[in-house]
């Protein structure tokens, strides 16, 4: 059985920065490209991050609305990735959701989500 | 970006068809693949993957929900609507990064 876990979460001043880990297990975890896709209060879904495998490299792709705060990497001897964020506002306040990306390119694996609250 | 235009509501009576749409800014397909995706979110949970590639209904799936479309249009429909169909649809494109619809609640009338 696919499970996502995400960790990481809670409550961080503007201007501070987080990091959320994301555990899988139950697939190869090589073999995928992993996402992180955000969800404001009664909002919608907004794609932050991917992160390619071994095969590409590696290469790391960003929302342009979050780029140069935000950095993706993955451990696959953890079957874990992970999502830093830096320099945070209030804006950034959402769940942010891990999840897997399948080869026809649609996330097919969602974890629950890990809120992130950015307050003073 | 590509751009995903969804309507943020749609009404419609249990036993009838839904039908929601998706319309991006520019083509979405590559060929013959079309790189527009699906979701349903109910409050509370985490989004759940409907439709991949705009026709192709993702495992565990009831057959009531399809989807069709190609280049820019694309609808997700959903018959006959039961109660437990009540929730957020969000559009997905792949084909250049990944951008989200906006969503459309359905709501019993």
């Known amino acids: 059985e696919v499970q996502i876990l995400e960790t990481g979460g809670g409550l961080v001043k503007p201007g501070g920065s987080l990091r959320l880990s994301c555990a899988t297990s139950g697939f190869n975890f090589n073999d995928y490209f992993m996402n992180w896709v955000r969800q404001a209060p009664g909002k919608g879904l907004e794609w932050v991050a991917q992160?390619?495998?071994?095969?590409?490299?590696?290469?790391?792709y960003y929302a342009e609305s979050l780029e140069g705060r935000v950095t993706i990497s993955r451990d696959d001897s953890k079957s874990s990735v992970y999502l830093q964020v830096s320099s945070l506002r209030a804006e950034d306040t959402a769940i942010y959701y891990c999840?897997?990306?399948?080869?026809?390119?649609?996330?097919?694996?969602w974890g629950q989500g890990v809120m992130v609250t950015v307050s003073s | 970006d590509i751009v995903l235009t969804q309507s943020p509501v749609l009404a419609v009576s249990l036993g009838q068809r839904a039908t929601i749409s998706c319309r991006a800014s520019?083509?979405?397909?590559?060929?013959?693949?079309?790189?527009m995706h699906w979701y349903q979110q109910k409050p509370g949970q985490q989004p759940k993957l409907l439709i991949y590639?705009?026709?192709n209904l993702a495992s565990g799936i009831p057959a009531r929900f399809s989807g069709s479309g190609s280049g820019t249009d694309f609808t997700l429909t959903i018959d006959p609507v039961q109660a437990d169909d009540i929730a957020a649809y969000y559009c997905?494109?792949?084909?250049?990064?990944?951008?989200f619809g906006a969503g459309t609640k359905l709501e019993l009338k």
């Open positions: 997905q494109q792949s084909r250049e990064s990944n951008t």
């Open positions: 520019q083509s979405v397909s590559i060929s013959s693949i079309n790189l």
């Open positions: 992160i390619r495998n071994k095969n590409y490299n590696y290469a790391t």
């Open positions: 590639r705009a026709s």
């Open positions: 999840t897997r990306r399948t080869r026809s390119s649609e996330f097919d694996y």
